[in-house]
């Protein structure tokens, strides 16, 4: 499995960035799919899930300024991530829980995923 994020960046506050996640090595379509963020010195905070059928849960911290969304037939996972704050600045990384797409194992924002990418660097300059 592995999975690899590109987009991030620095942008000011109020701007925009679109996250993108590709996906192999498993059948990505059945998995349940999330973004993640991590500060140094904070808890890893989940940002987002979305099941197979593309239903998504967010963190109360980005609900209405957040978008996540996946295509399956090119097993791709994209975070739209509008009016920006200098509180989102972070590693943004996504995850995969390969076979627990079905929405009742997989729309829980305290959930374990198997696997993680590296994570691409989000700074939003005030």
């Known amino acids: 499995v592995q999975l690899a994020e590109s987009g991030g960046g620095s942008v000011q506050s109020g701007g925009s960035l679109r996250l993108s996640c590709t996906a192999s090595?498993?059948?990505?379509?059945?998995?349940?799919m999330g973004w993640f963020r991590h500060v140094p010195g904070k808890e890893r905070e989940a940002v987002a899930i979305i099941d197979s059928a593309g239903n998504p849960l967010y963190a109360d911290s980005v609900k209405g300024r957040f978008t996540i969304s996946r295509d399956n037939a090119n097993n791709r996972l994209y975070l739209q991530m509008n009016s920006l704050k200098p509180e989102d600045t972070a590693m943004y990384s996504c995850?995969?829980?390969?076979?627990?797409?079905?929405?009742?194992?997989?729309?829980?924002?305290?959930?374990?995923?198997?696997?993680w990418g590296p994570g691409t660097q989000v700074t939003i300059a005030s």
């Open positions: 995850a995969a829980d390969p076979g627990f797409g079905v929405s009742g194992h997989c729309r829980r924002l305290g959930r374990v995923f198997q696997y």
């Open positions: 090595g498993y059948s990505y379509s059945g998995s349940c």
